[in-house]
């Protein structure tokens, strides 16, 4: 399997991280095949109950459970202005599943037991170094960007899948659909290259079409100096740093790109949030929403169960992500993959799928 670049998935784990290489694996270590069942739980991920053509056949269908709260909102503004709060509040009074902004450590959690790895499994970046050195010139920026916009790709995934599973609605803190702002701010301020920028938005045209946009964006709108004042009263100390100028172009990507072309298929609420809101107001705009331009208006029974299987499937996923391209500053060698792999199989919990790992207390006898 000659390949430039793509996602190492662990035998058996469904789980990704995001690593590039350029040389040819031999036979043995390619990709493990895709499962043929899948699950509808909760957390999509984890393989409790199977989830097959013949579940459909039988009236597994989404419009027997959906319900007038069968849809996706996003909560979306810059930094420290009040996402994850309304996020939790709205979620609450909806009766919707809230799901937080996702970090380099997304993936740890549905595997072995739960914690978090080295960040050399997470494609050797954090948020934390990102902060410190944005401008590092091994890469670090456009590696950590990479990463976030492929963690944000699978938990939007695994809302939809849920959201199809069981008719009940998301919110989620940010989305993969807005996460190019952060690119945009990146290369404005130098951290990253031209060549990086223009990889970014190669993967990007390549895989956001796979999945459909949200029903509802909620746009938290502060000035970049209230924003920087905030980030300051909340006193986390790797954000103190943050130029101005970075919330500025975050700001502008939102308004002049992101709301605009999400207007067209999604609904956009916009609120003055500089000295917070009324959720009470929201909730009654939300309910005067009529989605009538909304791409899921179009989807059936039929079509969301093949999404369904689709988006369950991790390792079908991330063949979306297989894009022959030479990147130095996120390309490793395939030897250092395989160790990496390697190294990652001795971890606790890790060597097989979710469930079949005798170390951590597994009982395999007669799973199949």
């Known amino acids: 399997m000659a390949v430039q670049g793509g996602l190492l998935f662990r035998a058996g784990g469904g789980l990704a991280r995001m690593c590039r290489f350029k040389a040819t694996l031999p036979s043995n270590m390619a990709a493990a095949p895709a499962l043929k069942f899948h699950t509808s739980t909760v957390d999509s991920y984890q ?30 503004g810059n930094l420290a202005v009040g996402k994850t ?28 037991d739960g914690s978090p790895m080295d960040k050399k499994f997470s494609g ?34 695994e809302a939809m899948n849920h959201l199809i599973s069981t008719g009940q609605g998301v919110i989620l803190d940010r989305s993969v659909h807005s996460d190019f702002v952060f690119l945009e701010a990146m290369y404005k301020e130098r951290y990253i290259k031209k060549h990086c920028y223009d990889y970014y938005y190669m ?64 609904e956009v609420l916009t609120y003055d949030w500089t000295n917070y809101g009324d959720t009470e107001l929201i909730l009654e705009d ?6 009538e331009n909304s791409p899921w208006n179009k989807e059936e029974d039929k079509s969301l169960h ?7 499937d991790p390792y079908r996923v991330a063949t979306w992500f297989n894009i022959p391209e030479y990147i130095p500053e996120v390309t490793v060698t395939a030897v250092d993959l395989i160790k990496l792999r390697e190294e990652h199989k001795e971890l606790p919990g890790r060597r097989f799928a979710p469930g079949f790992n005798p170390d951590i207390g597994d009982k395999v006898w007669f799973k199949w």
């Not at 948020?127 to 939007?156: A, N």
Request: proline content about 5%; some cysteine.
């Open 47 to 76: 393989r409790e109950k199977r989830y097959s053509w013949f579940n459909y056949v039988l009236g597994d269908w989404f419009s027997r459970k959906e319900n007038e709260r069968s849809k996706i909102f996003v909560i979306d």
């Open 85 to 112: 709060t309304l996020g939790k509040e709205l979620a609450d009074k909806l009766g919707m599943k809230y799901f937080p902004e996702v970090d380099v450590h997304y993936f740890d959690r549905f595997e072995g």
């Open 124 to 157: 050797n970046v954090s948020l934390e170094d990102f902060y410190k050195d944005p401008s590092d010139p091994d890469g670090h920026s456009i590696r950590f960007q990479m990463v976030m916009f492929v963690l944000r790709y699978f938990q939007f995934c």
């Open 203 to 266: 993967v990007k045209e390549e895989v956001i079409n796979r999945i459909l946009p949200p029903h509802l964006v909620i746009y938290l709108d502060v000035p970049p100096e209230e924003v920087q004042k905030k980030i300051e009263k909340r006193g986390i100390d790797m954000e103190q740093d943050i130029p101005l100028s970075y919330l500025e172009t975050l700001d502008d990507a939102y308004k002049n790109d992101f709301l605009k072309n999400y207007s067209k298929w999604s």
């Open 286 to 291: 939300i309910n005067a929403l009529t989605y």
């Open 306 to 312: 093949h999404r369904r299987r689709v988006l369950h």
